[in-house]
């Protein structure tokens, strides 16, 4: 599979990813410029490039794809699918960044994964619902961009599951 960059995916990744952080820092009291030009970075070079790719792979998958499958069991393999991408590996590495780029070095450690398994577990009913969704019910060309308002919206979930699940 050739991998593909699309500037609206890398616009869409800068802008909706560094907003739901920015709430987030906010609600927290953390907010910092080097914070918010990080995940600028972040949302438009690292997530724009591999998600939107992940998502043509699901689409390609021939598990998720199958021409002899139902299409239920089809849209519960592309929601799996979807969910093996944003596991709590996922999420502690985007409390990694988060942490990186506030500069709380201290924070940098193992127990982010502890924490990501927690946030995964708690908001996985949620994960579900809008994964299946997105993978589902919206056109190939959106998914990104509703993955992304979606994951800023879970950015904010994130950053206060850092502070809840410590």
């Known amino acids: 599979m050739k991998i593909t960059i699309a500037k609206k995916d890398i ?13 987030a820092a906010v609600i927290l009291d ?9 995940i600028c970075v972040i949302g438009a070079c690292l997530y ?3 998600i939107p790719n992940y998502f043509r792979w699901i689409d390609q998958h021939p598990s ?7 299409t239920f069991k089809k849209s519960c393999r592309r929601t799996v699918l979807a969910l093996l991408y ?10 990694f960044f988060i ?3 506030s500069q709380n070095w201290a924070n940098l450690n193992w127990a982010l994964c502890i924490i990501g398994l927690k946030s995964f577990f708690v908001n996985i009913p ?3 619902t809008a994964n299946y969704l997105i993978q589902n019910k919206i056109h190939y060309n959106y998914r990104f961009i509703s993955s992304a308002i979606f994951s800023s919206l879970m950015a904010i979930y994130y950053a206060l599951s850092g502070v809840w699940f410590q």
């Open 11 to 23: 616009l869409s990744g800068l802008f909706i990813y560094s907003i739901g952080d920015t709430i």
């Open 30 to 38: 953390q907010f910092l410029w080097l914070r918010l030009l990080g």
């Open 48 to 50: 724009a490039v591999e």
């Open 64 to 70: 998720s794809n199958a021409v002899n499958l139902a």
């Open 86 to 95: 944003f596991n709590p590996i996922w999420i502690a590495r985007h409390l």
């Open 99 to 101: 942490n990186f780029f």
């Open 126 to 128: 949620l994960s579900i």
